[in-house]
């Protein structure tokens, strides 16, 4: 895909066609037509327009991240071009940012009957993820140490490559979540950890996606699916009300299960970094590079939530 310029025929037609401010943008990656865009987008629309022409020719491939492209998912919902994916991550952050304006001078809303269905059947969702992940790998014989991508159109491999894009389409389901807390006006709980969990992770699942939908990165939806079940759990408890407060005493064992996540991951990633293994280094370096700034993150959250705040008990309790 390239930018061409019109020939002078052309260039004339077209501009009988349409204002003169007005240019072609051919081969967009939105479709197979030319489009006409005003000067204002241009810009915008060119620089989303390169993002995907590297990516589609492999800009990293000399380093090997990415072995090749999965021609069976290419036409699959939100898989063929990274732009649909930039944009609903560019409005899920407009509306993080103006989400709470919009709400400071409205009641929160009562969303406890849509928080108790919503929240269960995410664990519902995660308990099946966790179901195919499991089966997939263990059906085709995977080894968890390593395990190249079986790129073949096989039941088992495309098995596993459905699980993989049910996996990422599950984390647009979850910008739920951060819809909730606007609405019911818990803008407490719009910390840059959750934005930043949020907003990424789609990203980094579509990476995986679009040119590993299995082999190693298996390990990370196996997990973190299984974690998601425990976590959705709590939230559904939480979600009656005070009344289940007693129950959830195990809160901050959550955060743990999920630091214990990145930890798995991280390790699991590193062996593969030195082990004689098919898969790409670079993408493992993405995930490594990831799972450390969420471990990072939690355990900044941790710290901050639970043993600082146990220590001040502790020192109110002495004085």
């Known amino acids: 895909m390239s930018l061409t310029a019109a020939g002078p025929e052309e260039e004339k037609k077209n501009t009988q066609q349409s204002p003169p401010e007005w240019r072609v943008f051919r081969s967009s990656p939105f479709?197979?037509?030319?489009?006409?865009l005003t000067r204002k987008f241009w810009t915008m629309e060119v620089c989303f327009h390169c993002s995907y022409v590297l990516s589609q020719n492999m800009l990293f491939g000399n380093?090997?991240?990415f072995l090749c492209l999965d021609k069976r998912i290419e036409n699959w919902p939100l898989v063929y071009s990274p732009v649909p994916v930039c944009w609903i991550i560019l409005c899920y952050l407009f509306i993080v940012w103006a989400g709470p304006k919009l709400m400071a001078k409205k009641e929160a809303v009562n969303l406890k009957l849509v928080l108790i269905a919503y929240?269960?059947?995410?664990?519902?969702?995660?308990?099946?993820?966790?179901?195919?992940?499991?089966v997939s790998s263990w059906m085709a014989n995977y080894s968890l140490l390593c395990q190249p991508v079986d790129y073949s159109n096989s039941p088992l491999a495309l098995r596993m490559a459905s699980v993989c894009w049910l996996f990422y389409f599950s984390k647009y389901i979850e910008f739920c979540d951060t819809m909730f807390f606007i609405l019911r006006k818990k803008n407490s709980q719009l910390t840059f950890l959750h934005v930043y969990h949020h907003s990424t992770m789609i990203l980094n699942c579509w990476l995986?996606?679009?040119?590993?939908?299995?082999?190693?990165?298996?390990?990370?939806?196996?997990?973190?699916?299984?974690?998601?079940?425990?976590?959705?759990?709590?939230?559904?408890l939480a979600a009656f009300g005070p009344s289940m407060t007693?129950?959830?005493?195990?809160?901050?064992?959550?955060?743990?299960?999920?630091?214990?996540?990145?930890?798995?991951?991280?390790?699991?990633?590193?062996?593969?970094l030195f082990a004689d293994c098919n898969y790409p280094d670079a993408l493992n370096l993405i995930v490594f590079a990831y799972a450390l700034s969420l471990t990072a993150l939690f355990?900044?959250?941790?710290?901050?939530?639970?043993?600082?705040?146990?220590?001040?008990?502790?020192?109110?309790?002495?004085?």
């Open 31 to 36: 479709g197979k037509e030319p489009r006409y």
């Open 63 to 65: 380093v090997g991240l």
């Open 119 to 134: 929240n269960f059947t995410m664990v519902c969702l995660s308990a099946y993820m966790f179901y195919e992940f499991t």
């Open 208 to 236: 995986g996606l679009k040119y590993t939908p299995g082999g190693q990165s298996f390990m990370s939806g196996l997990v973190n699916s299984l974690i998601h079940v425990v976590m959705y759990f709590y939230y559904g």
């Open 246 to 272: 007693k129950y959830l005493w195990w809160k901050s064992y959550l955060t743990i299960l999920q630091l214990l996540q990145f930890l798995v991951v991280t390790i699991h990633t590193v062996y593969n």
């Open 299 to 319: 355990c900044h959250f941790y710290y901050h939530s639970y043993l600082k705040s146990r220590t001040n008990d502790l020192r109110k309790c002495k004085v």
